[in-house]
């Protein structure tokens, strides 16, 4: 199929990228560069031997993106763009909002009027909010509790709807936390733009020596070493999530909603313990006070991914710091 993927510049987009490549697909890309870049396509089509399709466009702008769907006949999408930071939502929740659901909707509407009704959405585990109980499963009422979370949930209720409304539409919605790692290659991997809002990031930049230490929120949690527990995954694993949800949603119309994790959580001292193994040294922390709205512990159960899609994770901690770490060495200052 030639698929699109919006936001494939990116860290998950590009990795999936390749996986849909490897898997025979045609690839068409939109990505507005904000928090990518355009070399990481480049190394993508060295790895795979065929360059994707790019277009560089915003969600946001409607006609650019009809233009694409004009210009290319497109059998489905998987859909990434959109912006990410917890925090930032907090402080900027209308340019969240409006980016997120405004690019949405805009891809939607094209896609309806060009008829192509197969979309595999890139949502978060963040959507379960605080109330549900660990592990978190896809028939749990979801309820987020930060902007960026809710622009999450509330395309999830927009895809919902229209799964509803219209039974030509093919759906499928991801919800995963915590994607790290790089390709075993090491040529492509995560490049964040400014401080990392996410641990395996930021212990790299401190094990190259772009950061001073890691900090680590909070040391007191009702946990085995008293830190907060996530849920990994590497991020070769969830592309091929991806692929895989794609091509269990062809040709079967309806609204799936699977979680990608690896059923488990680990907490921050035996993630830096295990990149301290893979890199070969110790890595300066300190232990500081607790995060506000960090919760101790939460992973999902991916049982159902594995039982509809044949698909679990198959990396491990080790393996995706391992990944990382080959990543950050080979590019100190990212692309």
């Known amino acids: 199929m030639r698929i699109l993927v919006t936001g494939g510049a990116g860290y998950i987009g590009s990795h999936t990228v390749l996986s849909l490549q490897q898997a025979g697909h045609e690839v068409v890309v939109i990505d507005n560069l904000v928090n990518s870049s355009a070399e990481s396509l480049r190394r993508v089509a060295e790895l795979s031997g065929t360059p994707a399709v790019f277009h560089r466009a915003d969600l946001v702008d409607e006609s650019a993106v009809d233009a694409v769907f004009a210009g290319h006949a497109i059998d489905a999408v998987i859909h990434f763009a959109g912006l990410k930071a917890v925090g930032e939502s907090v402080r900027e929740p209308l340019h969240y909002y409006y980016n997120n659901l405004v690019g949405t909707l805009n891809l939607l509407r094209v896609m309806d009027r060009r008829g192509v009704r197969s979309i595999v959405f890139s949502s978060s585990a963040t959507v379960y909010g605080e ?171 991916a049982s159902s991914a594995l039982a509809d899609l044949s698909w679990s994770t198959t990396r491990t901690v080790d393996q995706m710091c391992e990944d990382h770490w080959r990543w950050q060495k080979n590019n100190p200052q990212g692309y």
């Open 131 to 301: 109330h549900n109980p660990v592990p978190y499963l896809e028939k749990m009422e979801i309820g987020a509790n930060n902007p960026y979370g809710r622009t999450k949930e509330q395309v999830e209720d927009i895809l919902a709807d229209l799964g509803a409304a219209d039974s030509r539409w093919q759906i499928a919605l991801l919800r995963y936390f915590n994607p790290v790692g790089a390709h075993p290659s090491g040529r492509i991997g995560e490049d964040p733009q400014g401080v990392p809002n996410n641990l395996v990031p930021f212990i790299a930049q401190v094990a190259v020596g772009r950061r001073e230490k890691l900090m680590v929120f909070g040391g007191d949690y009702d946990t085995p070493d008293g830190t907060c527990q996530r849920d990994y995954i590497h991020v070769v694993d969830l592309a091929d999530g991806h692929v895989a949800a794609l091509d269990h949603i062809t040709g079967r119309p309806g609204v799936y909603r699977w979680n990608l994790g690896s059923g488990k959580g680990s907490s921050v001292l035996e993630v830096l313990r295990a990149f301290e193994k893979a890199a070969g040294k110790r890595i300066p922390y300190e232990i500081t006070g607790r995060r506000s709205g960090d919760l101790p512990a939460f992973w999902a159960d």
